[in-house]
Nanobody, 118 residues
Framework: QVQFVESGGSLVQPGGSLRLSCAASRDIFSRNAMGWYRQAPGKQRELVATITRGGSTNYADSVKGRFTISRDNLKNTVYLQMNNLKPEDTAVYYC????????????WGQGTQVTVSS
């Protein structure tokens, strides 16, 4: 059973912007904090941004001031607005959720590829 469907990744030039979307089941979305994660080639998956059920957000230092996480509780969707993209942002981006903020309690989706290159 697919828990998350990520979309919006693309090839973009440095300094560009992208908006990622993650659709989740209503059961998962309504009960959990949500987060965006990324995994670059040869590296471990890392937490990028989180948002609680109440809308409080937190970001990794590497993306603070450039990325914005948000959630639409009617559409059961979490977004990641990414501005001023850098080559080091290149990765597969995933979303997940959990009772505790930053926890990933469900099987991973297929992710969406973001490539930042000129």
């Amino acid at each position: 059973q697919v828990q998350f469907v990520e979309s919006g990744g693309s090839l973009v030039q440095p300094g560009g912007s992208l908006r990622l979307s993650c659709a989740a089941s209503r059961d998962i979305f309504s009960r959990n904090a949500m987060g965006w994660y990324r995994q670059a080639p040869g590296k471990q998956r890392e937490l990028v941004a989180t948002i609680t059920r109440g809308g409080s957000t937190n970001y990794a230092d590497s993306v603070k001031g450039r990325f914005t996480i948000s959630r639409d509780n009617l559409k059961n969707t979490v977004y990641l607005q990414m501005n001023n993209l850098k080559p080091e942002d290149t990765a597969v981006y995933y979303c997940n959720g959990g009772y505790y903020t930053g926890s990933a309690s469900y099987p991973w989706g297929q992710g969406t590829q973001v490539t930042v290159s000129s």
